[in-house]
Structures are given as C-alpha cells and as structure tokens.
C-alpha cells in the first residue's frame, strides 16, 4: 500500500514564477491538508480539502496561494508568482476520517521550494 | 502566538537511558495529543497519540503521559536507541471537527552510541 506521495520533491523557482506542488494521498484517504515548514518552525497549517471541496483554508495566505483536489488525480499547491519567503518545505497528508474516530495524518515526504 | 509549545530545541541522551521530551499546551480545548518523528529530508511519522480521557498511553518502547491540569504533555523513549535520533514534533488537536492539529516548533533528539 503506498503511502503519500508528493512531487516533485525539490523545485527551483524564480521569484516572479508559478510553483505548482502535486500531492497523492493514502490509497482509500480522501481527506488532503497542505503543511508548510519554514526554516526552524514547525509544520504550519494551510488548507484541508476533501474531494473537489475546501474544507478548511484558514491557514493559507489570502494573495497567490490556492489549492484544489479534483475528483480524480493528484491534490495541487498553486502559488503564483512566487516570492523568496515562500522558499520553505510544503508537507502534504492525508487521514481516513471516520466520523466519531480520532485518527492520524500520514504525511508524505514533502517538496522542497527554493525561490531565487 | 504559540497554542503549542516545545521549549528544548534540542536534546542529547545516552544510548540505552531513557529520553525525555516535553510539549506544553496553552487552549484548554485541545482534547487529542500527538506524538510524530521526524527524519531528515522525510515527512513526520506519526508515532503515538492520547486523548484527553486518559494519562497515559504505552506502545512498545514510547510511552507519553498527559497532565491536563497542568496543560503538559511529555514523551517517554526507553531505552533510547541511536535510531530514535530525529526531530519530534508535538501536535495537539480540537475534537469535533476536523481534527486539524496544531504543531509545535519540535524538539532534535540525538541519541549517542
């Protein structure tokens, strides 16, 4: 069974460019949250989607940041033109929610951004 | 402002001693804790979890206790291996919802041979 998969796992952007981030959750998850990790931070919130619906996008920032997951392929990170603080580590996960359970995230092994 | 709080950014044990890491929490609402690891260049593991009805929670060599009152959170590793040297990180969550949680910064653990 394979696990999250994120890709790619390093990009190099210039500032000014679109980054976009691909993200393939647990087979049988639907649930999808975008972390991001600054350098020396821990994992910050961004959004949580279900199939073709956002949950949750209070942690994302209101300009150039948008996400989607479609009903089929892979979730999407989309920042538009990209500036040097967005240079960071983007985490995927995913969980199979059932209702009344407490569960975990599985995450993948994240996307590396590099703005330049 | 920091709901999640890991105040040693670093710790360094002796292989076979027993590790200690340490998460405060500021929201009294949070009702389910987490525990995950953390490798270089790899996404977190989820590694054990409590909620908020119990104090303590086992699995194998981890166990981590929970005191409610003093909104703490710790994590017990024995004994420690050099394989357990990673980044840990505390999360916390609200139940009802979502369960999004909350991270904090991470604690680097280095357990030495």
């Known amino acids: 069974n394979a696990g999250v998969m994120q890709n790619p796992r390093h990009l190099v952007r210039r500032r000014g460019q679109e980054a976009r981030l691909r993200c393939s959750p647990m087979?049988?998850?639907?649930?999808v949250y975008w972390y991001r990790q600054l350098p020396e931070e821990g994992l910050k919130f961004m959004v949580y989607?279900?199939?073709?619906?956002?949950?949750?996008e209070s942690g994302m920032p209101k300009e150039r940041f948008s996400a989607e997951f479609p009903k089929e392929g892979p979730s999407i990170l989309r920042i538009q033109q990209v500036v040097r603080g967005d240079s960071a580590a983007y985490f995927c996960?995913?969980?199979?929610?059932?209702?009344?359970?407490?569960?975990?995230?599985?995450f993948g092994p994240g996307t590396r951004l590099t703005v330049t | 402002d920091q709901q999640v709080k890991q105040n040693s950014p670093s710790l360094s044990v002796q292989e076979g001693r027993i590790s200690i890491l340490n998460c405060d929490y500021t929201?009294?609402?949070?009702?389910?804790f987490l525990w995950y690891k953390k490798y270089p260049a790899e996404g977190p593991t989820f590694l054990i979890s409590?909620?908020?009805?119990?104090d303590k929670n086992e699995d194998g060599r981890f166990t981590v206790f929970l005191n409610k009152s003093a909104k703490h959170l710790s994590l017990h590793i024995v004994p420690s291996q050099p394989g357990d040297s990673a980044v840990y990180f505390c999360?916390?969550?609200?139940?009802?919802?979502?369960?999004?949680?909350?991270f904090g910064r991470g604690t680097s653990l280095i357990v030495h041979p």
């Open positions: 996960a995913s969980s199979l929610n059932r209702p009344g359970d407490y569960y975990e995230q599985y």
């Open positions: 087979k049988g998850h639907s649930h």
């Open positions: 989607l279900q199939k073709e619906n956002i949950i949750d």
């Open positions: 929201n009294s609402m949070f009702d389910y």
């Open positions: 409590i909620s908020s009805i119990k």
């Open positions: 999360a916390a969550s609200v139940g009802g919802g979502s369960y999004i949680p909350t």
